[in-house]
């Protein structure tokens, strides 16, 4: 089992930057896969991003694609994101998530979600 901390939330500027930290409890968590998941006020928690566990692959969604990056470091326990020229569109609760299951890279299912932090973005 895996226990996940988000951080790095915040309110900042259209066209701005933030970079999203997701430490995880544990010593396999390099035997994770990991994902990024977002929910707007009144919408359903939609994909953002995802990363293989040795971190050579990722995917994202297309709203992103092009501004975000997710990374990881095994070695700290540590997924991140890094969000670059924001939309208020942007404005979400993002989720971090794990799975052991190298298949939820394509099925986007993950068995372990942190609690989430809030980033805004204002036009």
């Known amino acids: 089992q895996v226990q996940l901390v988000e951080s790095g939330g915040g309110l900042v500027q259209a066209g701005g930057s933030l970079r999203l930290s997701c430490a995880a409890s544990?010593?396999?968590?390099?035997?994770?896969?990991m994902g990024w998941f977002r929910q707007a006020p009144g919408k359903e928690r939609e994909f953002v991003a995802t990363?293989?566990?040795?971190?050579?692959?990722?995917y994202y969604a297309d709203s992103v694609k092009g501004r975000f990056t997710i990374s990881r470091d095994n070695a700290k326990n540590t997924v991140y994101l890094e969000m670059k020229r924001l939309k208020a569109e942007d404005t979400a609760v993002y989720y971090c998530?794990?799975?052991?299951?190298?298949?939820?890279?394509?099925?986007?299912?993950?068995?372990?979600w942190g609690q989430g932090t809030q980033v805004t973005v204002s036009s």
């Open positions: 998530a794990a799975d052991p299951n190298r298949d939820s890279f394509y099925s986007k299912k993950y068995n372990y």
């Open positions: 544990g010593r396999t968590f390099s035997s994770y896969t």
């Open positions: 990363i293989s566990t040795n971190g050579a692959v990722t």
